[in-house]
């Protein structure tokens, strides 16, 4: 019997509402738009944590910055360290820069520890970057995050939105609670599908200057990009959680 | 200590168990510790000591803790190894006792240097055996 499944419950008690942050494919933005919506909600005032699980290509380090000699530290767990404002737990403390070629039951196990020995603070918000696609995480996910909400992503472009609409379906077939939709790297001149009985939540513009901010919050909170985040931020704050 | 929250998930688990199985009292309960989490088994115990006795339905069990080897083998070439034959830094096998699936950044299979190898003994904690009295 897998000791470490029934402490999970309990590890996220101190947690107000979790914020899966999902797109149907790799490519539309993402982490960006993950770990802006924990700045920009910790900005605003909220309690934030950031896990990112999107353990085949964990990026949020990288847009969040930070020194790189971070460490969680060890009390009866780990503690996450905080990282410009977020409590902020990646598997990269533990890979560093090296790849880490898991397999479906390598990454539920590796979900499950994470989870079972992380000691979150008390949070408001706890934002999970996903893994793109419909696989072991994902479900996984769903099943010990005990029921995050999902803010799925997308772009103006068919193929982003094809796999979202199946990302749409599932979710629903799974009775899992979708926040809404955000298009990213939007133009004036698309329109985006809409998806039924989901909420449209709003547009982030293609901003030339966020490759720039990248790793550097400051920098990051000045951009269009984050402007229009604070956004979608404070209406889903206000409004659906 | 990392040791307390594994011991944590024990006790949880244990007394979820019991509850399920009716039991009114549980007398033993046997725990395996895989080699590559590298658990400090003395921690480990004194944490689950403690815990054990907060808990009316555990407080009289016998605690069992046994230790199993861990063993890799190479899904590229079939080759079998064992944990105990790498040589690691302290830093990396802090982070597999953290995460063991970590080690998949890490080890290499020693014959092919494939680094698609599965665990197929020690990897963790499990709750092995719960004894009782309904």
Request: aromatic share 6%; with cysteine; hydrophobic share 45%.
């Amino acid at each position: 019997m897998d000791p470490r499944v029934a402490i999970i419950g309990e590890r996220l008690k101190s947690i107000k509402k979790i914020i899966a942050v999902a797109a149907g494919k790799g490519g539309v933005g993402k982490s960006t738009v993950a770990t802006g919506l924990a700045l920009v909600l910790s900005e605003i005032g909220y309690r934030v944590g950031l896990l990112d699980l999107d353990f085949y290509g964990p990026s949020t380090h990288i847009i969040l910055g930070g020194p790189e000699e971070i460490h969680p530290t060890e009390e009866r767990g780990i503690v996450p360290p905080n990282v410009h404002g977020i409590e902020f737990i990646s598997l990269v403390y533990y890979t560093r820069e090296r790849p880490a070629p898991l397999r479906g039951p390598d990454v539920t196990n590796a979900l499950i520890e994470l989870l079972a020995i992380t000691r979150w603070g008390d949070l408001d918000f706890l934002i999970v970057d996903m893994p793109p696609g419909l696989g072991d995480t994902t479900l996984d996910a769903i099943r010990f995050l005990q029921r995050p909400r999902f803010l799925i992503v997308t772009t103006p472009s068919r193929i982003a939105q094809e796999t979202v609409s199946k990302l749409v379906i599932l979710l629903k077939e799974l009775g899992v609670p979708i926040l809404g939709v955000i298009e990213n790297m939007g133009r004036p001149s698309d329109r985006a599908q809409r998806f039924s009985g989901v909420r449209f939540l709003g547009e982030l513009p293609y901003d030339e200057g966020l490759e720039g901010a990248l790793g550097d919050p400051k920098s990051f909170l000045q951009t269009e990009f984050a402007r229009t985040l604070r956004e979608i931020a404070l209406d889903l704050s206000q409004q659906a959680i | 200590m990392h040791e307390w929250a594994l011991a944590e998930a024990v006790v949880a688990t244990a007394k979820k168990a019991a509850h399920e199985g009716h039991l009114q009292e549980v007398t033993g309960i046997t725990i395996k510790l895989g080699e590559l989490q590298q658990i400090e088994r003395e921690i480990f115990e004194f944490a689950l000591e403690q815990l054990v006795k907060e808990e009316p339905l555990l407080r009289h069990a016998h605690v069992h803790v046994e230790l199993e080897r861990a063993q890799f083998r190479c899904r590229a070439c079939g080759s079998e190894w064992a944990f105990e034959e790498q040589d690691l830094s302290a830093e990396i096998a802090e982070a597999i006792h953290f995460i063991p699936e970590v080690a998949h950044a890490y080890i290499r299979c020693p014959r092919c240097h494939s680094p698609d190898f599965e665990v197929i003994a020690g990897r963790g904690v499990w709750l092995a055996s719960l004894k009782g009295e309904e």
